[in-house]
């Protein structure tokens, strides 16, 4: 089996020291977290329970380093976006189930989310942007390898105890009913919050079936990567994947933002 090869590969050469060591910037109100540069293995095998069809068997990546936010971009930092370009404001922005300062934003579309990176760009002189599908999941596992989940192999709710805000039997069984307030369950490996649940995000690529290119796929979809508060447990794997077209928004649709280190291209 290749992709078994691959896993052994990937375990001897993970990334070292990754709990809580990287560096740590803040700017516009927003923690980035250093994910390090190197090779890191994404995919599901054929055997992980949950899989979806669309998910790649492992394969390595090689990336650069880069920072990523810590948590879900929050309705508190949107507004001071909001503020400053006089953009409409997404949907549920006057839910009051949703619109908490510290409740990650939803209800926007991947223009939005692509427009907020644009504004910090422009505020700070440096590069952000959505994160690719490939950054998202290498950072969602923390520097783990072959485990389905940003914790390891546990279950969501093992013995009783919730990693994350999704819909296990009933929505309030995690303690909240929608979204939860970010960092509301611990961080993973590389210390970033709600990389299961919570909100949906949203990648900057485009979505394409592992596989599939013909003419019936969507060529302006995108991929949105974490699950979500109204996901199941299958969908908080770190190589679960979803779509939306662009324009779309929901109520469990967010985001998280790239800022790329001043030395890259």
């Given at each position: 089996m290749f992709w078994r090869l691959f896993i052994v590969l990937g375990i001897l050469t993970a990334v070292p020291g990754a709990a809580f060591s990287q560096e740590v910037l803040e700017s516009q109100g927003i923690r980035f977290r250093l994910i390090p540069g190197g090779a890191y293995f994404i995919g599901s095998p054929p055997n992980e329970p949950g899989r979806y069809a669309d998910e790649p068997t492992p394969y390595q990546v090689k990336l650069a380093r880069f920072y990523l936010s810590e948590t879900e971009i929050t309705n508190a930092q949107y507004r001071r976006f909001l503020k400053d370009t006089g953009r409409r404001p997404p949907l549920y922005w006057r839910d009051k189930n949703l619109n908490a300062p510290n409740q990650p934003v939803v209800g926007v579309t991947w223009f939005d989310a692509a427009a907020f990176a644009d504004w910090l760009t422009r505020l700070t002189g440096i590069t952000?942007?959505?994160?690719?599908?490939?950054?998202?999941?290498?950072?969602?596992?923390?520097?783990?390898?072959?485990?389905?989940?940003?914790?390891?192999?546990?279950?969501?709710d093992a013995g009783g105890i919730y990693r994350a805000n999704y819909y296990p039997n009933d929505f309030d069984d995690d303690g909240f009913r929608?979204?939860?307030?970010?960092?509301?369950?611990?961080?993973?490996?590389?210390?970033?919050?709600?990389?299961?649940?919570?909100?949906?995000?949203?990648?900057?690529?485009h979505f394409f079936a592992e596989g599939e290119r013909g003419?019936?796929?969507?060529?302006?979809?995108?991929?949105?990567?974490?699950?979500?508060?109204?996901?199941?447990?299958?969908?908080?794997?770190?190589?679960?994947?979803?779509?939306?077209?662009?324009?779309?928004?929901?109520?469990?649709?967010?985001?998280?933002?790239?800022?790329?280190?001043?030395?890259?291209?």
């Open positions: 952000h942007r959505l994160p690719y599908e490939k950054e998202w999941e290498a950072a969602a596992r923390g520097g783990l390898v072959s485990e389905p989940y940003p914790w390891g192999r546990e279950a969501p929608l979204t939860a307030p970010v960092a509301s369950f611990p961080p993973n490996g590389f210390g970033l919050y709600d990389m299961a649940g919570n909100a949906a995000e949203w990648c900057l690529d003419p019936y796929t969507n060529p302006e979809a995108r991929v949105l990567k974490g699950g979500s508060w109204y996901s199941r447990a299958r969908e908080l794997r770190c190589a679960a994947r979803r779509f939306a077209a662009p324009q779309n928004a929901d109520g469990f649709i967010g985001f998280r933002i790239v800022r790329l280190p001043p030395d890259s291209k």
